[in-house]
């Protein structure tokens, strides 16, 4: 007799077929969309033979969101079967904070079509129709999808003799599962936008229409999420990258960024600030070449894990690399002298620009592009020195983020399948990256299979103003490239060790970091980073020799000023500062010229009235600047 036991200890004997449903009924829990059977995720209404446990899949659980998300996803997708007959369907999967499902569509539609679909969406949700399984021999399923290629494809590709479908009206798809009971279940959902997607992500295979959705268990948490959504639009850096003339892309260049004045105030107050903080907790820097021989990149390993992203010359007709990472270079600097214990650790940093083939398709503003500043660095250490080591990277990453008002979480990712290297230097390499984050008291999480191809790692999760959050550093601990470039020191017994090689980054890509500060802080930049500090707005052109000594003496105390003195009226040129997002304006008129002052005005507390000069100084002297402090 099947024995099954609940969450809280409940139990259940029954010599008949069951399901979680009939489990759920009996131990009065409500509200499950889906079960978890012992370690697998099944459908409410699977018949169950074998005993076991049975645990519910609340629709507020990421569990629950995913069930949820991937039967919106149907949903939708048999909307678009009822409104345009002979559309052919890719995949359909849930992401983070939503769906999307790939569609052939028989004719173009656009965004103007997504309210219709998404009416038709409530009108099947309101039907309450049954979401049913079906398991079919592979077969079977070329056969029942013999019109459908993707389908075909796909069932080929997965070698498997049996498949398993899903199915509610008259829309049924190849499908894992599982789903929600019936179409009801799914209520507060919203189609965000499409987008062209290459099928299977192959830019030689047709084009399908991605459209994108989210769902919700309630109609707070969906409301709360748009609203979020235009929060971040209001806040998206290319946008914000054009009204503020931060940056640009041009056609001649695609995925690589082209920095304007006001942006390259931005990169070099993050450089300053970067370069003072290294130098504080003893980094060298050093710079390495941006092409270097294919035999560097063939030992390192990037040639057999990494080739498909590199960009590739010839030079004397010798093969040559343009170099996707800095390790390699970094490494050629170490070996250029015998080192000693008594040089390590040997902290090594470089600010690299680095070159990675991008598919055009995922190309996203400073967010993902094909050449980048990575502000690494490699730290050279006896394996007695890694836990120092480490928990001084951890403590930089804590300053840094905390500058800029960013929380953050961590998470451990460990071997992944393409690892190169012996399996117990792995375990050791994984072991010591833990003891370092329990030993500081630092929460974390397991990411499994997910460190780099030479070695675990620690990465930083930065949580902006509005709650998204960003991958930006990382801690790589590494013993695989020391083996493979026969790295040594000279130990105190007169013999060579091999060191050990930490890599990190801690803003990651300082293009991107760039983008994330831009949408952190809506264009509205701290007074430090802001590309200009003060608009003086100059009220009439017989104010002009006033205005001119209040810039200069401005300039000399190192602040970035501009003054306007358009023949406009105050109020525009006010209006025009604040949407320029400047910390401060002072307004130079009749008044402050007889009296030698300014007036102060401030972009987030408006008027703040009058100051003499030496009180300006003493105001803005007064503003946290960590590329001085």
């Known amino acids: 007799m099947p024995h099954y036991s609940g969450p809280d200890g409940s139990a259940f004997d029954t010599a008949e077929k069951t399901t979680p449903f009939d489990l759920f009924k009996e131990w009065d829990i409500k509200g499950a969309i889906a079960a978890k059977h012992g370690d697998e995720a099944v459908d409410l ?4 033979r ?3 446990s049975i645990a519910p899949i609340m629709p507020d659980t990421p569990e629950g969101l995913d069930v949820l998300r991937h039967s919106a996803s149907h949903l939708m997708a048999q909307a678009i079967l009822r409104l345009y007959p002979g559309a052919k369907f890719g995949v359909g999967p849930s992401i983070k904070d939503g769906f999307y499902y790939d569609v052939l569509f028989p004719t173009p539609i656009s965004d103007e079509d997504l309210p219709r679909i998404e009416a038709e969406m409530k009108k099947i ?10 398991d079919l021999t592979s077969k079977e399923a070329l056969a029942r999808f013999a019109d459908d290629p993707f389908k075909v494809e796909l069932i080929q590709d997965l070698g498997v003799e049996q498949v398993s479908l899903y199915g509610q009206g008259e829309f049924w798809d190849l499908c894992r599962g599982p789903h929600v009971p019936n179409t009801g279940y799914i209520k507060h959902f919203k189609l965000l936008s499409l987008a062209g997607a290459y099928w299977r992500g192959d830019e030689h295979n047709v084009m399908l229409t991605r459209i994108y959705g989210t769902a919700f268990p309630t109609a707070e948490e969906l409301d709360t999420y748009l609203t979020r959504m235009e929060e971040a639009r209001l806040r998206d850096h290319r946008k914000l990258g054009r009204e503020l003339d931060l940056f ?23 450089v300053e600030f970067w370069r003072r903080e290294h130098v504080r907790r003893g980094y060298s820097e050093i710079k390495t070449p941006l092409i270097l021989d294919r035999e560097l990149w063939m030992r390192s390993g990037h040639w057999d894990h990494y080739r498909e992203n590199m960009y590739f010359t010839e030079i004397d007709e010798r093969p040559f690399a343009i170099k996707p990472m800095n390790c ?15 040089e390590l650790p040997m902290r090594v940093a470089e600010l690299g620009t680095v070159h990675r083939h991008e598919r055009s398709g995922v190309l996203h503003g400073l967010m993902r592009v094909r050449c980048f500043t990575q502000d690494d660095a490699h730290i050279y250490c006896t394996r007695e020195q890694i836990g120092d080591e480490l928990k001084g990277v951890m403590d930089l ?15 451990l990712s460990t071997r992944p399948e393409n690892s190169m290297g012996d399996a117990d230097l792995w375990d050791l390499a994984e072991r010591r990256l833990q003891e370092a984050l329990e030993e500081t008291g630092t929460p974390y999480r397991i990411n499994p299979g997910d460190g780099a191809f030479y070695g675990p790692k620690i990465d930083y999760h930065l949580e902006d103003s509005i709650g998204r959050t960003w991958q930006c550093g990382t801690i ?9 470039f026969d790295l040594t020191y000279i130990g105190p017994d007169g013999a060579e060790h091999r060191p050990v090689m930490l890599h990190r980054t801690i803003l990651g890509s300082l293009e991107r970091f760039i983008g994330i500060l831009v949408e952190h802080f809506a264009g509205a930049f701290p007074y430090w980073l802001a590309p200009v500090q003060v608009k003086i707005i100059q009220v009439k052109p017989e104010f002009e020799s006033y205005a001119t000594e209040v810039e200069l003496t401005l300039r000399e105390m190192g602040v970035r000023v501009e003054r306007d003195a358009r023949d406009e009226k105050l109020g525009k040129k006010i209006r025009d500062a604040q949407l320029e997002k400047i910390p401060y304006m002072l307004v130079i008129g009749g008044r402050e010229v007889d009296e030698r002052t300014v007036s102060l005005r401030s972009r987030s507390d408006g008027d703040l009235g009058s100051r003499t000069l030496d009180e300006l100084k003493a105001t803005l002297e007064g503003e946290f600047d960590p590329t001085r402090s």
């Not at 640009?248 to 690589?256: K, M, T």
């Not at 990453?397 to 998470?411: C, I, L, N, P, T």
Request: hydrophobic share 35%; proline share 6%.
């Open 45 to 48: 209404f699977k018949e169950l």
């Open 50 to 52: 074998d005993g076991g």
């Open 125 to 134: 949700s309101k039907e309450k129709l049954r979401i049913e399984r079906l």
């Open 248 to 270: 640009s892309f041009q056609p001649e260049g695609p995925g690589f960024p082209f920095f304007h004045a006001k942006g390259m105030v931005l990169m070099n107050n993050l």
């Open 328 to 342: 390699p270079g970094g490494i050629l600097v170490y070996k250029t002298a015998k080192r000693s214990y008594r």
């Open 397 to 411: 990453a804590k300053y840094v983020y905390g500058v800029f008002g960013f929380k953050f979480s961590v998470e």
């Open 476 to 484: 790589q601990l590494d013993f695989q490239l020391p083996e493979k």
